[in-house]
């Protein structure tokens, strides 16, 4: 157990990291745009066409490890009303909940992947096809729903004191 907590971490960390990095290295590309406009006056067509695709890409990075970190739902205002088994089983609950919520957005967005496949839709100016990223997006999504799940199983499965 130790051992898939250890990889589901290093996995989901670095992932953020990478979502992380592409958000930098966008920043700096809309630097580089807003001084070719101020001083040539010419733009960066990717910053306009990509920038919201490579945006969404990050932030859906972001989202693995705050699940594997336990940043979900979690009932703390119960917790001096209930013992301490009891607040376990509520967060295993919205551990459980928040495991299929992501996972049904995964799916989702796999299936719009898809169609934008078939409809071969592609960026405005550059002509880049979008489907690379909502693949990217789903896939993501699909791992913190894995983390989640196995955040669940830890906090269902593995009495306290045990880890």
Request: aromatic letters at 12%; a positive charge.
């Amino acid at each position: 157990m130790k051992k898939i907590s250890w990889f589901l971490e290093l996995t989901t960390r670095s992932i953020a990291v990478g979502g992380l990095s592409i958000l930098l290295f966008q920043a700096f590309l809309i630097v580089i745009d807003g001084v070719l406009r101020f001083t040539i006056s010419v733009s960066m067509d990717i910053v306009r066409d990509v920038g919201p695709l490579a945006t969404a890409v990050a932030v859906a990075c972001c989202l693995p490890v705050v699940l594997m970190e336990g940043g979900n739902i979690i009932m703390r205002p119960f917790a001096g009303l209930r013992s301490p088994a009891a607040v376990r089983g509520i967060d295993a609950f919205a551990s459980l909940f928040s495991s299929v919520v992501m996972a049904v957005l995964g799916v989702q967005f796999f299936k719009y992947a898809h169609e934008q496949l078939k409809a071969n839709e592609i960026t405005f100016m550059l002509g880049i096809p979008k489907y690379p990223f909502y693949y990217a997006i789903a896939s993501i999504i699909i791992l913190g729903a894995a983390a989640q799940l196995f955040r669940f199983v830890e906090l269902a499965i593995i009495r306290e004191g045990r880890k």
